[in-house]
């Protein structure tokens, strides 16, 4: 028989403080988009109206990282715990600080050290550093001499002159490359650059356009100074250009006493802005937006309402939690998601409109505006025969996509020997464009093919060739055409084909 025991009881306690290698899982779901809008969070805390993200290239390396602002400043008083791990502080309605980790959980999984130099206007300047690897055994913070962080203040920043302002600087950046060949700096430094405008744009889109603030990104060479300042601009993920009659919509999801407002979205057609394409492609982005104090945390995903659906593309649902529904909502240390409770998915089913409307009629008004748009995109198109083996998937969905498609037997696009040193064969009965496996290799340049390998090459072929096998028959265009494609082609494999052999 088991027996059980209500209470756990005790003999004393022994105090167990962290050990501080426990700091290293840190923001661990952080990338550097996501650990830059923690340090832009703490600026906009701060009141700034100007926010500056600077890299710093020596040379051809890239040695370091700031972020730059204008804000009130951290007072002498207030340094400590501002580098404290943990360490709360008192918040205010409107505060995007939540947990007193931000600072030190961003920088820490992206740098090996982290120097806050700050002015509180009319206070002495003060400078405090954290190295990860030291914080590794003790959590002595060190503190950073008045001349350099006079120094660091008084760079040239070239923001508008301010009484008061804080300088957050990385070291050892983990992320930037380890060579110092120019060309990977600079692809790197351009890339990152466009995905930081790409993030900061989207997460902070109603702040940037509501209260003004500015977010530039530059990259400061040591020896020429500062470059091209990059402006971050908002990037609305319900900006489209004309609404469908009768949405948005705003339904009313009760969750224990509160009601959760979603504010469904309807895009009227799929396009081609920035605010439609988002970072990480449309397609993932259809579902629920939640925004804290204006802040957008987490961008798409159903959260249990539904599955992701090529169909619900158009459909962006809005959902601010703040006040009476902030404690339903559970957002992780990084800000980058939020989950929402068993009870969510329950209450959105039971959720409705003012005029009765519920969110599955909403998401039936989504799917069909997708179908009309597509119909009213594709009906100048003539039709054409579906993609069948060879293609690579994305290709083959995006061709489905554009074109409307003849309900037939699709076209491949394969690989085979040959007994000739031609480029293609046009096989009517199989509907299969064969490929001469003999160039195959050199068209790879070495990589290893599968079966939907070279997918430019062959959507290009399909929208080239792909209706000669339309009809009952080769007509005497498409024969000539035939011929010209493999005199042309043909020719064009074996240069490519001489080319790779002469780099083996
Ligand atoms: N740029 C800044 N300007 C002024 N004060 C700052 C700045 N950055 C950080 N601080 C101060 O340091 C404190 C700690 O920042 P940290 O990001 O670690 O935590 P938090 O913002 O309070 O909460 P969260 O973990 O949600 O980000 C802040 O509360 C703020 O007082
Ligand atoms: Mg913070």
Not at 170 to 179: A, E, M, R
Not at 225 to 249: M, N
Request: charged share 25%; hydrophobic share 40%.
């Amino acid at each position: 028989m088991s027996v059980w025991f209500q209470e756990v009881p005790t003999e004393g306690s022994v105090e167990l403080p962290p050990d501080p290698r426990a700091l290293d899982a840190l923001g661990r779901n952080h990338s550097l988009e996501t650990a830059l809008a923690d340090l832009v969070d703490n600026s906009l805390d701060a009141g700034a109206t100007e926010i500056l993200i600077r890299f710093v290239q020596w040379g051809t390396r890239l040695v370091g990282l700031y972020v730059v602002d204008n804000g009130r400043g951290i007072a002498p008083e207030s340094i400590d715990d501002a580098m404290t791990v943990g360490g709360q502080r008192q918040y205010t309605g409107n505060d995007l600080g939540h947990f007193g980790l931000g600072l030190k959980a961003a920088s820490f999984s992206q740098a090996a050290s982290l120097t806050v130099l700050s002015r509180a206007a009319g206070r002495k300047p003060v400078g405090r550093r954290w190295q990860l690897d030291l914080v590794r055994h003790s959590f002595d913070c060190d503190i950073v001499p008045d001349s350099f962080v006079a120094a660091e203040l008084n760079r040239d920043w070239q923001l508008p002159n301010g009484s008061s302002g804080t300088v957050v600087r990385w070291d050892s950046v983990s992320g930037f490359p380890s060579s110092d060949d120019p060309e990977q700096v600079d692809e790197f430094l351009s890339r990152t650059v466009s995905h930081l405008q790409g993030h900061l744009g989207l997460t902070f889109h109603r702040i940037l356009s509501d209260r003004g603030v500015r977010i530039v990104i530059d990259v400061e060479d040591a020896d020429l100074g500062p470059g091209v300042r990059h402006p971050v601009t908002p990037i609305d993920p319900f900006a489209y250009p004309d609404t469908l009659a009768g949405w948005p919509k705003q339904l009313r999801a009760p969750i224990d006493g509160a009601k959760v407002v979603l504010d469904c979205h309807i895009w009227p057609r799929r396009s081609n802005a920035p605010e439609y394409r988002l970072p990480g492609g449309a397609e993932t982005r259809q579902g629920l937006y939640f925004y804290r104090r204006g802040r957008l945390l987490h961008a798409g995903g159903w959260e249990g309402i539904h599955a992701p659906d090529t169909r619900l593309q158009l459909a962006r649902v809005r959902i601010d939690i703040d006040g009476d529904t902030a404690g339903l909502f559970v957002m992780n240390p990084e800000k980058s998601r939020v989950s929402a409770g068993p009870r969510f998915a329950p209450a959105v089913a039971a959720a409705h409109a003012d005029d009765g409307t519920t969110i599955t009629d909403y998401l039936q008004a989504a799917e069909a505006a997708w179908a009309a748009a597509n119909r009213r995109r594709t009906a100048r198109r003539s039709a054409a025969l579906p993609p069948g083996k060879g293609f690579h998937p994305k290709v083959a969905r995006e061709i489905r996509d554009e074109l409307p498609l003849l309900h037939e037997d699709p076209v491949n696009i394969q690989w085979k020997r040959f007994t000739t040193d031609a480029f293609l064969e046009f096989d009517r009965d199989t509907r299969t464009l064969w490929l001469n496996r003999a160039y195959r290799q050199a068209l790879l340049g070495g990589r290893r093919g599968g079966g939907n390998d070279l997918p430019v090459l062959k959507a290009l072929l399909f929208l080239l060739a792909g209706n000669v096998f339309e009809g009952a028959h080769f007509g005497a265009r498409d024969k000539d055409n035939i011929e010209l494609w493999q005199e042309v082609l043909t020719v064009a494999a074996k240069a490519e084909r001489s080319t790779f052999e002469a780099r083996q």
